[in-house]
C-alpha cells in the first residue's frame, strides 16, 4: 500500500517529535558526554589510532597500549601527554615502552578534553566527559618550561 505524501510527511514529524521528546529526557551531562565520546573518537582516530591503534592495544613492542594502562586513572597526564608529548620511558602492564611520543601543539583545550573523554570512557572506568575547565588547569600545571 502506498501512503499519500501528506501522510508520510506528517508521520515524519511525529517521528520527529518523539524523538526530540526521547532526547530531552536525557540530562544535559549525558548528552554532553555522548557528543564528548563521539567527537573524541574522531579526533582519536586521527591523532592516536595510528600508534595506539583503533582498539588502544598499542602496536607489539613500539608503541603502548591504552587498553589496562594504569595512566586511565590519571586524566590531568592523559591530557599532558596528549598536549606535550612524552620522552620518558613507560611501564604499561609490566612492559616498557621508550619511543618518545610527539606533542600536538595544534590540538585545541577542547579537543584535548575530547580525546582524554573518549579514551576515558572507553578503555577505563568514566562515564561521564572530561570537563574543558579541567584540561585547562592540567594543562597550566604541566606546561613544560
Not at 517521528?15 to 529526557?25: E, I, N, Q, T, V
Not at 582524554?116 to 613544560?144: N, Q
Request: overall charge neutral.
Amino acid at each position: 500500500m502506498i501512503l499519500p505524501q501528506s501522510t508520510l510527511a506528517g508521520t515524519a514529524r511525529v517521528l520527529a517529535f518523539l524523538m526530540l521528546g526521547l532526547a530531552s529526557c536525557r540530562s544535559s551531562e549525558e548528552l554532553k558526554s555522548e557528543q564528548y565520546f563521539v567527537t573524541g573518537q574522531q579526533l582519536y582516530m586521527t591523532h592516536c589510532a595510528n600508534c595506539h591503534q583503533m582498539e588502544g592495544n598499542g602496536m607489539s613492542n613500539l608503541y603502548p597500549p591504552i587498553v589496562g594502562s594504569q595512566i586511565l586513572s590519571d586524566k590531568a597526564r592523559i591530557a599532558c601527554i596528549v598536549q606535550y608529548g612524552m620522552s620518558d620511558t613507560i611501564v604499561v602492564n609490566g612492559k616498557k615502552f621508550s619511543r618518545p611520543m610527539p606533542p600536538n601543539p595544534k590540538l585545541t583545550e577542547i579537543e584535548i578534553a575530547e580525546i582524554v573523554s573518549f579514551v576515558s570512557m572507553k578503555w577505563g572506568k568514566d562515564s561521564l566527559y572530561t570537563p574543558i575547565e579541567f584540561v585547562h588547569k592540567a594543562l597550566a600545571d604541566c606546561k613544560p618550561d
